[in-house]
């Protein structure tokens, strides 16, 4: 059974950083393109950043780029994301969600990703 469990959410001042963790397991993750989305109340569920697999491709919407880093880490199996310079709008749950055969401009749609997290919540407050 896949399962992605997110971790490392919080409360944190406008300006601070946040690290959020995506544990993977159930299945092998090879050619899977790992991402993280976010939602806020009343608002759609968004894309903030993509990586693929193999570490290779990276893919950042464009308001979190410069302040936030998606990774891999191997030895644990997480998807990563390093969140600085934390603004009050990057208030939302944060999911974690893979799927395959898919990139560019299309790792924006939450439509074609299979597995998804639970989410973790990150308020930032000013």
């Known amino acids: 059974q896949v399962q992605l469990v997110e971790s490392g959410g919080g409360l944190v001042q406008a300006g601070g950083s946040l690290r959020l963790s995506c544990a993977a397991s159930?299945?092998?993750?090879?050619?899977?393109?790992m991402a993280w989305f976010r939602q806020a109340p009343g608002k759609e569920r968004e894309f903030v950043a993509a990586?693929?697999?193999?570490?290779?491709?990276?893919y950042y919407e464009d308001s979190v780029k410069g302040r936030f880093t998606i990774s891999r880490d191997s030895a644990e199996n997480t998807i990563d994301l390093q969140m600085n310079s934390l603004k009050p709008e990057d208030t939302a749950v944060y999911y974690c969600?893979?799927?395959?055969?898919?990139?560019?401009?299309?790792?924006?749609?939450?439509?074609?990703?299979?597995?998804w997290g639970q989410g973790t919540q990150v308020t930032v407050s000013s």
């Open positions: 969600a893979a799927g395959i055969m898919f990139w560019g401009r299309q790792v924006v749609d939450p439509g074609l990703y299979r597995y």
């Open positions: 159930g299945r092998t993750f090879g050619g899977y393109i």
């Open positions: 990586i693929t697999w193999s570490e290779t491709n990276t």
